[in-house]
């Protein structure tokens, strides 16, 4: 689960816009300060616009992402920027409990004011299934290259004016983007591996082997000083397979007096590739349970699958 507080706020916006699909969602917000005479702003963590002018209703969500409880000043601090915002309504978000003196305060203003709490379930105070994840991060790399040999048209290499470029490259990264199957995308070599090789499953380490024809589809073309060129190409590689599991942290969003209004997967994993993440609000919809936003952070040549029971990577 990441601790930034940026992508908190944005769970926080997900799961608004789950809440009420038919509400306008912004997030970090330069709202007006009202009687400010020279038309200074005040920045505003999420913004709820719900209606329509002149009936709309706007709602300020502050969130405070931290180890210890919401200060009393802090708290204030929101109610004032309610209302020199002029808005309708203010909801607080905190992981952790608010102290008693901030909950009176919030009941002794009615409607206006709610605070709402993050917490993380444990797998036995889970409500459904569905939240019974696994996340599988399968690093599939390539150790080792070799090209073997490859195979072009001379004359139409020396037409495109890149037959000694073609015939100088003798080496090639395993993550240049060179290659492509249908002269739109470009791929590099561990791209390639991933689409056609599939070690078996249990096996940490290996070799494996590329084939491409110029006469059999699939076709191969390099990419070279702006010309696709078709080529054939042997390639054999060494490479490694490692699958690291780990449970998925849910958290309920429960609003004061109203208990879970929704809950939310928030998950983040550094790889060796970059951050892999996953913010997934989850809400009641009568007798059912609804996924109406998903959001995904993946590094360059990763490949998402989603499987029943768990998410595999």
């Not at 007096?257 to 009641?284: E, T």
Request: net charge negative.
């Amino acid at each position: 689960m990441s601790n930034d507080g940026k992508s908190l706020e944005i769970l926080v916006q997900m799961i608004e816009r789950s809440i009420s699909p038919e509400s306008r969602v912004e997030h970090n917000v330069q709202m007006p300060i009202l009687n400010s005479p020279k038309g200074f702003t005040t920045q505003c963590d999420i913004v709820i616009r719900t209606g329509n002018p002149p009936r709309e209703t706007t709602t300020i969500v502050e969130v405070q992402d931290r180890g210890s409880q919401v200060k009393p000043n802090d708290f204030r601090g929101w109610k004032q920027k309610l209302e020199e915002v002029g808005a309708q309504h203010l909801i607080c978000v905190s992981r952790q409990e608010f102290p008693e003196s901030v909950k009176e305060q919030a009941a002794l203003s009615g409607n206006s004011i709610r605070l709402v709490t993050l917490k993380e379930l444990t797998a036995e105070s889970m409500p459904i299934d569905l939240f019974k994840l696994e996340f599988a991060y399968k690093d599939f790399a390539i150790t080792e290259l070799k090209i073997l040999d490859t195979i072009f048209s001379k004359s139409e290499a020396e037409g495109l004016g890149i037959r000694e470029k073609v015939l100088a490259r003798k080496e090639t990264n395993t993550n240049e983007k060179c290659w492509s199957l249908d002269k739109f995308e470009l791929l590099s070599l561990h791209q390639l591996a991933l689409k056609f090789y599939h070690p078996q499953k249990g096996i940490k380490e290996g070799e494996g082997k590329l084939s491409f024809s110029v006469e059999e589809e699939p076709y191969l073309y390099l990419f070279e000083s702006g010309h696709f060129l078709k080529i054939g190409m042997n390639v054999e590689f060494k490479w490694k397979n490692e699958v690291i599991r780990q449970p998925v942290a849910v958290l309920s969003y429960e609003q004061d007096k109203h208990g879970a209004l929704a809950w939310a997967v928030d998950f983040s994993y550094k790889s060796p590739q970059g951050i892999i993440g996953m913010k997934m609000p989850i809400v009641k919809d009568g007798d059912r349970y609804a996924i109406r936003e998903l959001s995904f952070i993946l590094p360059p040549e990763t490949e998402l699958a989603l499987i029943r029971g768990k998410l595999d990577w």
